[in-house]
């Protein structure tokens, strides 16, 4: 004979729901992972954690207003913003990357829809990067977001 058992709500001694199921197969728990119990290891199939930590997260990122002098608003790795003219910006990094072979992410808005492209070459130490209005136009806007992820 098997035995089971059925529940919807496991507490814990003062009465503090730990585990519920809304009878579906769901399970909600109120628990936080004990320090050092999730790793980067557990999270990908890669050999290592430092090759998941060296590919997976991001290496720098900025938001920052490109009107008038440009304005760092939060950062990571991020030493400075220059303007190279109307839409035109270099984020320069507070540490150089592994190499120039990174990814680009970028988005730009502020008046209207924006595209944030790039500008001539990578290197480790910073990037250009365009703003461009739906009509091709060089364009500063308020909201200005880049992320690289790479090798660090």
């Not at 002098?69 to 507070?94: K, L, M, R």
């Not at 190499?99 to 924006?114: E, F, H, S």
């Amino acid at each position: 004979m098997t035995s089971k058992l059925k529940v919807n709500l496991i507490n814990d001694s003062g009465d503090n729901n730990i585990i519920t199921s809304d009878g579906s197969g769901t399970f909600t728990s109120n628990l936080a992972p004990k320090d050092n119990t999730v790793t980067m290891a557990k999270l990908s199939t890669s050999a290592t954690e430092a090759d998941n930590v060296k590919q997976r997260v991001a290496k720098a990122w900025v938001k920052f207003n490109g009107t008038g002098t440009p304005a760092i608003d939060d950062d990571f790795n991020v030493s400075s913003i220059s303007d190279g003219g109307t839409g035109i910006f270099t984020v320069n990094f507070s540490s150089n990357l592994g190499n120039a072979n990174y990814a680009l992410a970028g988005t730009a808005g502020g008046n209207a829809g924006r595209i944030l492209g790039t500008e001539g070459t990578y290197s480790t130490s910073a990037v250009s990067v365009r703003v461009i209005d739906f009509n091709g136009n060089l364009s500063d806007e308020t909201r200005n977001c880049v992320v690289i992820f790479g090798d660090s």
